[in-house]
């Protein structure tokens, strides 16, 4: 049976000519895995916001949108409210109550249910999470992960039969990520409920689906199952390809145009066989052919000394002897030397002994798990905690002892991890303006500087905006913004991809390249891990309080095991040395020419 | 303005037996009840009694309304603002935010939900800096402020003008809270209350009074204008004008 | 903080306790009664904030005592035993001074009880009991305590990301720095109300205002609350009984007269003696059971 039926929906908001969803004609099951993508600003939130009439936003609306072949707004509130749950985006803005257990009843105590009821729907549903043991706690203890999980379960609790999500894991880090996916994997396997979900992270959700709608500009371009949805897309050669799995962005790269033989790979391990299918021929012959431009990762030493041009060599050797460079300290922008440090005096160190160094004019980003520092590591830097062993140094200075105003300014710049922590003013042209405010620059000077920041950061068409009212990408542009006035020499940024969808961790990628090659050092810590091979020039490994590893990004990824690109994974077994999709993309077309 | 006009009636009607029931027949009944059976020695207790009574009208009017989620969550966020930053300022002692929050509360959306964002702010932070026989008093302090602020603005005497409202912030913390809480310190500290002990008791918290009304001047100086401006941001994005 | 056995009864029985046991602290200025609800303070709470915390509140009450019960006579010159007189010519007299002396305990005593009742009603006891009457007031409380902790970690949030574009509210001066505070209490002030609109969402789309709202609780009213219930209105009698015989009422003014000690007397200082330790008493008694219990294995 349908759940929902969408006949000729279309939306507009408030003022606004151009309309937010055009003609869209859906029908969704009982039942269904649907997954809705699309770039930011696509209408992907806004068409789940017309599938509860509460949560839909004010604006002209034509078209039906029928839950179970009634009109949905002839359900009334308390229908929708039990059987229609919606999970929010921010894991800590869904949460009302304070404890855990307040949190799970707090639908049912809604709904009315009485003292016997509530008891037994929030233990199961405890028990089906695995909650039980975080039952008691206050929300302010959990963990990202488990706020968001605590979202899914109480809206579980009310037993819905469609729920619904909108970009559930974009806060989430990969692994919190991926376990979050599984659990709503479950909920629509083993409870029948339908699941419809926004999300730019596809490459778990792809699977898990059984239909795919892409959505462009408010227009629906593509409504089928994954694989069909993904041939559609490489057949377009749409935008949306560079969101989809790896895998797939691949295969549409490398069957351009051809003639599909075979059904398009979605994971890694189709991927894998795609390959080899492909490239079967030639299996004996492809290990030894690996390419002559980096040489075998297997033993980075070997490859070093095997190929490396002059300079990689040298900032080779300065990884390689971290321990002993007080003579060459003045080319090192931002160098750690057996540094420790702890939050408490009792409590553990969160740095342990951690030697590093970055180069003038370097792209290096961090990756490694949550907790193991990182953050941490660059509070140290900016001189918000100081080491209570070792010594951390910017540009050669102590930065806990320098002034702020020397420290921030034509030096270290940092962006949050939350850029809206930045932003103090109500139009984004405004708060701009105001960090040039304690300067004494002339207002032509001031001016230029804006200027050159603006167009930069393409905010033009912004400046009026209040910045809470703009996207992720664009808040994030805004913040960049913001730092970028005070001209930094040394870049900081914590995961600064978060919550952006593939767009705009281009075009952020590409701004960070500009600005690297202006010569400003960039260190940058993220989860991301396509986003730094794809960017970065440097990669470390951040594991236990210290890093364990760091290199190229190509050799340091292709070194890695588990913790690299599915692009690598993909094909570590051919190429080596491939790490990004273009890398593999590359490869396979100069074999295949 | 013509539709509010019966709103603000009905409320009143429905305030006005309870609150003189209270006022007529509990409170004297209390003070009696000390006076005779309690031989008018336990100060402490019958005036925390008095202050709990005052503020239930307040209570049972907002109970009765059945407020909107809308309204219950801006009431939240700006009590717990006002407790995050009671706490963000802890170590400057009577320097602090809360009355500043109180009234723009007050002005922003009327006088009861001033009472309620004063009245929360003063319970709920107490949980964090351990409750007493203060708490009400508390409460019912920074909730009168911030229904003063809100009845003066509706009445036209209190403008949104900066200078409008730190004059009333500075008076309202001096006299209502600072008056307030003296006579409260006595009750409370106070073996038996006398002119001169409760003269005093003024008298040695003037200066603290009077820093806490500069702070909250200066709070208004600096946040009233931008909290409004928030403030009907949010009124204006989410249709919160009733 | 270790597990209080009086602390797992239901709240209803924890939060009538700890009134009556405040009502009466205040009620009663009798000596004896006073001594009994002091010791009874503080035995609970070393048991529930253990001795050092009970130590730091007696180093900070001690000096209160002393003072309050000094300036007492300062002000009051009622009482027929005049111990001298003061410069201005005022008396100082015994009776106020006595009757500083108990009033100060008394306050002195409320502090500590309230220790304990901070120990014992947790915040979820306390929106428990009141959710039934006052359910939007109780979930104001609840979000709250939930936004409190939050925008606390906000705010350090915003001023470390402040103090990184050179906008520390730690360095400069006086006034640069009261104004970086404000804008960080202004900038978290934005960020608080734009993000409760989606929680306002949260809350509409799991049918918050629908009308029969119900108020879940974790606790149940069980058969060792009702005995403890039992036992307390018992001694609650008794204490009433007492109250209106006049065995607990001391006159302070003009001369200080208490009732002679009867055999009823004796009763009702038994009575308060046991109120006033009871959790302590419970306590006692479920770890000598679980020593028991644990030593037959």
Redesign the interface.
């Known amino acids: 049976m349908e759940i929902y039926t969408i006949k000729e929906l279309n939306f507009a908001f408030p003022g606004q000519d151009k309309a937010a969803l055009a003609n869209i004609n859906l029908t969704i099951e009982e039942g269904e895995f649907v997954a809705i993508c699309g770039q930011s600003g696509c209408g992907k939130s806004t068409l789940l916001r017309q599938l ?1 009439t ?2 839909t936003p004010h604006g002209r609306r034509s078209g039906t949108v029928a839950y179970r072949g009634l009109p949905l707004e002839e359900a009334d ?2 229908t929708q ?2 059987d229609i ?2 999970v ?3 894991p ?8 855990v ?2 949190e799970l ?11 016997r009821t ?2 037994l729907r ?1 233990a199961e549903t405890a028990s089906f999470f695995g909650i039980q043991n975080w039952f ?1 706690k ?3 203890e959990l963990s990202g992960g488990q706020k968001q999980l605590l ?1 899914l379960a ?2 579980m609790a ?1 037993q819905p039969s469609v729920l619904i999500l909108d970009e559930p894991t974009s806060q989430l880090d990969p692994i919190a990520a991926a376990d979050f996916l599984a659990s709503v994997g479950k909920i629509n396997r083993e409870l029948g409920t339908t699941v419809i979900l926004t999300e730019h992270r596809l490459e778990e959700a792809l699977p898990l689906a059984d239909r795919v709608i892409v959505l462009d500009q408010g227009t629906m371009i593509v409504n089928d199952s994954p694989r069909e949805a993904s041939a559609k897309l490489a057949a377009m050669q749409h935008a949306m390809i560079a969101a989809m799995p790896t895998p797939v962005q691949v295969y549409s790269a490398v069957e351009r145009g051809g003639e599909r033989q075979v059904p398009i790979p979605l994971t890694v391990k189709e991927g894998r066989q795609w390959l080899d299918r492909m490239k079967g021929d030639s299996v004996g012959g492809l290990m030894m052919e690996s390419d002559e431009r980096d040489g075998s990762v297997l033993d980075p030493y070997a490859s070093n000394f095997a190929t490396g041009s002059a300079r990689r060599a040298a900032i080779w050797n300065s990884i390689l002897n971290r321990k002993s460079d007080a003579a060459k300290a003045d080319s090192a922008a931002v160098a750690f030397r057996d540094v420790w440090f702890k939050y408490e005096r009792e409590g553990p160190d969160v740095i342990k002994d951690l030697s590093f160094e970055v180069k003038k004019g370097q792209f290096c980003c961090i990756v490694g798990g949550n907790g193991t520092g990182k953050s941490t590591a660059l ?1 140290l830097i ?1 001189g ?1 905690l100081q080491p209570y062993r070792g010594k951390v140094t910017i540009n050669g200075r102590n930065p806990a002892a320098a ?3 020397e ?3 034509n030096g ?3 962006l ?1 991890q ?1 850029p ?5 003013k109500k139009t984004v042209g405004l708060d701009l303006r105001e ?1 040039l405010s ?1 300067t004494k620059l002339t207002t032509e000077h001031k001016r230029a500087k804006l200027d050159a920041v603006i167009r930069f950061a393409e905010l033009e068409s912004l400046l009026g905006k209040h910045p ?1 009212d703009l996207s992720g990408g664009e808040q994030q542009r805004a913040a960049l913004a ?2 970028l006035l ?1 001209e930094p020499r040394i870049l900081l940024l914590d995961e600064p991809t978060k919550g952006l969808d593939g767009f705009f961790k281009a075009k952020l990628g590409r701004y960070l390249e500009r600005l690297n090659a202006d010569g400003v050092t960039i260190l940058l810590v993220s989860h991301d891990i396509e986003f730094c091979a794809r960017y970065g020039q440097i990669g470390a490994m951040f594991f236990d309080g210290a890093i364990i590893s760091s290199d190229y990004v190509k050799p340091f990824f292709a070194g890695n095991g588990f913790y690299t690109t599915a692009a690598n994974r993909m094909a570590r077994h051919r190429w080596p040395n491939a790490v990004t999709a273009e890398d593999v993309i590359a490869r396979c077309s100069s074999k295949s020419r | 303005m013509q539709q509010q006009e019966p709103l603000i009636r009905r409320r009143l009607s429905r305030r006005t037996p309870v609150a003189a029931a209270l006022v007529l027949i509990v409170i004297p009944a209390t003070i009696l009840f000390g006076l005779f059976v ?2 008018d ?2 100060y ?2 019958v005036s ?1 009694l008095i202050v709990l009574y005052a503020m239930i009208p307040f ?1 049972m009017i ?2 009765r309304r ?5 309204e ?6 700006l ?3 006002a ?3 009671r ?3 802890f170590m400057l002692p009577e320097f602090k ?1 809360v009355v500043a929050i109180v009234i723009i509360a007050g002005v922003c959306f009327g006088g009861e939900a001033g009472f ?1 964002v004063g009245a ?2 003063g ?2 932070s107490n ?2 800096f ?4 203060w708490t009400p008093w508390q409460m019912f302090c920074f909730g009168l402020i911030g229904f003063i602020a809100g009845n003066l603005y509706r009445a036209g005497w209190l403008r949104r003008s900066r200078w409008s409202l730190c004059i009333f912030g500075g008076l309202s913390t001096l006299i209502v809270y600072g008056g307030i809480m003296n006579l409260a310190s006595v009750m ?5 209350p ?1 002119r ?2 409760i003269l ?1 008791s003024y008298v040695s918290g003037f200066w603290f009074d009077l820093v806490h009304a500069a702070a909250t001047v ?2 208004l100086f ?2 009233a204008r ?2 409004l401006e ?2 009907d941001r ?1 009124k204006l ?2 249709g919160m004008m009733e | 903080m270790r597990r209080s056995a009086f602390a797992a009864y239901h709240p209803f029985v924890n939060f009538v306790y700890f009134a009556a046991v405040l ?1 009466f602290c ?2 009663w ?1 009798h000596p004896v009664f006073q001594a009994i609800s002091l010791l009874g303070a503080v035995v609970n709470a070393v048991l529930l904030n253990g001795r050092r915390a009970i130590r730091f509140q007696l180093r900070f009450m001690l000096p209160l005592f002393v003072i ?2 000094a ?2 006579p ?3 010159h009622a009482g027929v035993t005049i111990l001298f007189y003061m410069k201005d010519g005022n008396p100082v007299t015994l009776e ?1 001074i006595l ?2 002396a ?3 305990a ?2 002195v005593t ?2 500590v009880w ?2 304990c ?2 120990a014992v009603m947790t ?2 006891k306390f929106m428990y009991l009141f959710g039934r ?5 109780s ?17 350090k ?2 001023s ?9 509210y730690r ?1 400069g001066g006086w006034i640069r720095r ?2 970086n ?3 960080m ?34 606790f149940r009213f069980d058969r060792r609350d009702r005995r403890l219930s039992a036992c307390m209105a018992g001694l609650l009698l008794v204490l009433v009984l007492g109250a209106a015989s006049g065995a607990n ?1 001391i ?2 003014f003009p001369s200080v007269h208490v009732q002679a000690m009867t055999a009823f007397s004796v009763l009702v200082y038994a009575a308060y003696l046991t109120l006033c330790l009871l959790p302590a008493l419970i306590q006692t008694w479920e770890d000598w059971k679980w020593k028991s219990i644990r030593s037959r294995n």
Not at chain 2, 72 to 77: H, L, Q, R, S, Y
């Open positions: 509860k509460i949560l509130r308390r409210a039990a749950g919606f929010l985006q921010q800590d803005n869904g949460i009302v109550t304070d404890k257990w307040h009843a707090f639908g049912l105590e809604s709904l009315g249910c009485d003292q509530i008891r929030v008691h206050p929300v302010s979202n109480s809206v009310m509070s900016s918000l002034r702020a105003s420290l921030f300014t270290l710049g940092v949050p939350n809206q922590s930045l932003f103090v960090m304690d809470y913001k730092v005070l | 309690l031989d020695r336990k402490m207790f925390v209570a907002f109970e059945k407020p909107q989620g809308r219950i969550i801006v009431i939240a966020v009590a717990a603002i407790v995050a930053g706490s963000a300022f935010p309620m929360t702010a319970f709920v949980f964090f351990g409750q007493g026989p409370m500290f106070a073996a038996k006398s001169e002990a005093a200066l709070f600096f946040l931008p909290m928030k403030l949010i994005k989410y | 009502a205040m009620l200025m309050m019960a300036a007492n300062m002000f009051s106020s009757y500083g108990a009033a100060s008394m306050y409320v502090i309230f220790s009742y901070n915040s979820d009457i006052m359910p939007a007031l979930l104001i409380f609840a979000m709250v305590l939930r936004f409190v902790p939050r925008y606390m970690h906000q705010l949030v915003i470390d990301a402040q103090a990184c574009i050179g906008r520390d360095q009261a104004r505070g404000i804008r209490l202004s900038i978290m002030t934005t960020w608080a109300l734009e993000n409760a609109i989606e929680t306002a969402d949260s809350m509409k789309s799991r049918g918050y205002g629908l009308p029969n709202r119900t108020s879940f609780s974790i009422a006159r302070y």
